[in-house]
């Protein structure tokens, strides 16, 4: 099935008013911050048989990038993908100086790829998202601005609500989502509200940081990056997004489940951060 994109909320002229003043703290970030010899953001994509959701998403986000004439790189780390997603992955790089397919050689899950991905990028902020495109790329200001007030991490969200935001998910996975959140927030990361939304940004070494220690590999590893960004004391800030379920998605319930014992397995991983 083709991807679809999240539709937002009607525009006011208070959310216009909003959007105008994100735009205007991330030009003055970029007029600060860029540099001729790196990109300045970095976006990475992790991607396992993407190759009919994955197209829509890299010409979104290569539009976003050449309308607001953001230096980027956008790192497509292909996870063992046994269907057409490297071919359409270089056939869209052809056409795009930005995009770059890194071949993960095995599928050795989610957070392989993103750890891979986030490792070999060079940009001042690194956004990693999903390939599906569930968040908008727009969002990315969001954070950038969270990031321009000093976070050093600034993390997607489905949980927080906002005027300007619509989240659309089913039911199942909403109940699910809010079960797991409140696991996450009693055994490891408290006050964190959605740990697991594929939409999370990094200023650079806290980057290098926290992913060079990453050591889960599958959904989890979403908890075990925030609970790395907590030991190095990073400021960690919440932002609700726009937000849809794609169809096609690959967390299924052995994946889910292994997210659950994730939660336990992050402390004994990280034991000697604790004590």
């Known amino acids: 099935m083709s991807s679809v994109h999240t539709m937002p909320p009607p525009a006011t002229a208070e959310s216009i008013e909003w959007k105008a003043r994100r735009r205007t703290i991330v ?81 050795g899950g989610k957070g392989a790829a993103v750890r891979r991905g986030v490792l070999s990028s060079k940009g001042t902020w690194v956004l990693f998202a999903d390939a599906d495109g569930a968040t908008p790329i727009e969002e990315v200001e969001r954070l950038l601005c969270e990031g321009a007030g000093g976070a050093d991490v600034a993390i997607g969200s489905r949980a927080l609500k906002a005027p300007d935001v619509r989240v659309e998910q089913p039911l199942g996975r909403q109940l699910v989502g809010r079960l797991f959140a409140a696991l996450v927030r009693w055994f490891a990361m408290p006050k964190i509200a959605d740990t697991q939304c594929g939409f999370k940004l990094f200023r650079r070494e806290a980057a290098d940081w926290i992913f060079s220690r990453q050591v889960l590999e599958r959904f989890g590893f979403d908890v075990e990056v925030l609970f790395l960004a907590r030991q190095y004391n990073c400021r960690i800030s919440e932002v609700p997004v726009n937000w849809t379920s794609v169809d096609g998605s690959k967390v299924g319930l052995l994946s889910g489940l292994d997210a659950f014992f994730d939660i336990f397995r992050v402390r004994w991983i990280h034991r000697k951060m604790t004590r």
Not at 62 to 90: K, M
Request: hydrophobic share 40%; glycine share 4%.
């Open 27 to 107: 030009d003055e970030m970029l007029k600060r911050e860029v540099s001729a010899d790196q990109p300045w953001l970095s976006i990475v994509l992790p991607a396992y048989n993407e190759e009919r959701r994955i197209i829509p998403t890299l010409l979104s986000i290569s539009r976003y990038l050449e309308n607001r004439r953001i230096p980027a790189e956008v790192l497509v780390v292909d996870n063992g993908s046994n269907d057409g997603t490297v071919d359409v992955v270089e056939a869209t790089a052809r056409h795009y100086a930005e995009i770059r397919l890194i071949r993960q050689g095995r599928r």
